[in-house]
């Protein structure tokens, strides 16, 4: 961590002035630290600010930033997340949209744990006996995974950012690449359109047309939304299994124990409102 506490900010006029000794000043910056990023700056195209970049510099939560995150219009709109990041990200030439997903999330985790520290007590409901029950998850604990473990699929890492996947029926190679924040929220815009008008969701095609860039080599967008559609589901499940492998992120599996029936296992820590909204 970076602590700017001792540094002031410039006078707006540069003609002296008389200065009250007796009266301590409150020009101050917030203290800020360097997030580690689970890609490690290895898939953001040259030109990037992130471009090879290990971390990323953000500052620490402000009141300004509860207000954006408990403002309703923002809330409503469904951009709070995105516009409070924004403004914890010190480099202002990084825009959140470009983020890929699992440093977007780094970024998140490691603001609520400066916000609100790094204890997280939500509600979860046990896979046994179904119960409701709140359980305290240690955020501290969380750790990366940098998308470099995947000897268990047919993968080839490509000189630009991308990977071929060799599929097991088929025998296509497809090409893939990772998912930004931009894409992230254009699916769930698209998943969130289609229950409005009623109609079946399109969640693992919609998907697999964002990540998919080219198979055997061609890159014909109707050739490729083809394929999506005919690829068979044993094909399908291994390249979103194989996607999985390749991204990096933050492994958010922790222990959790039942007090109604006992029930113990890893679960997923549940991203609820009580993760920037908590009652602290």
Request: contains cysteine; glycine residues 4%.
């Amino acid at each position: 961590m970076r602590d700017n506490s001792k540094r002031v900010s410039a006078a707006a006029d540069p003609a002296p002035t008389a200065v009250d000794e007796t009266r301590p000043s409150l020009d101050f910056s917030s203290p800020t630290e360097l997030v580690d990023l689970p890609s490690k700056g290895r898939f953001y195209p040259e030109g990037h600010p992130l471009h090879n970049a290990e971390t990323i510099e953000i500052k620490y939560m402000t009141a300004k930033d509860e207000d954006i995150l408990t403002s309703p219009s923002l809330l409503k709109k469904g951009i709070a997340i995105d516009r409070f990041l924004q403004n914890v990200i010190l480099d202002k030439r990084i825009r959140v949209s470009s983020l890929l997903s699992g440093d977007k999330n780094a970024i998140l985790v490691s603001s609520r744990i400066n916000g609100f520290g790094a204890e997280y007590t939500t509600k979860v409901t046990c896979p046994g006996c179904t119960t409701v029950s709140e359980n305290k998850f240690d955020l501290a604990e969380v750790m990366a995974y940098h998308g470099d473990s995947f000897e268990s699929h047919d993968i080839v890492p490509t000189d630009h950012g991308t990977f071929i996947v060799k599929l097991p029926r088929t025998k296509f190679e497809v090409e893939v690449r990772l998912l930004t924040s931009k894409d992230e929220n254009e699916l769930a815009a698209k998943m969130k359109a289609n229950k409005k008008r009623g109609h079946y969701e399109t969640n693992l095609t919609d998907q697999l047309r964002k990540i998919i860039i080219s198979v055997n080599g061609v890159d014909d967008l109707q050739t490729l939304s083809n394929v999506v559609n005919n690829l068979p589901a044993f094909d399908s499940r291994y390249l979103r299994a194989a996607y999985l492998k390749v991204v990096p992120g933050l492994d958010m599996t922790q222990h959790f124990a039942c007090p109604s029936c006992g029930f113990e296992k890893e679960v997923d820590i549940p991203l609820t409102v009580d993760f920037f909204w908590s009652k602290q």
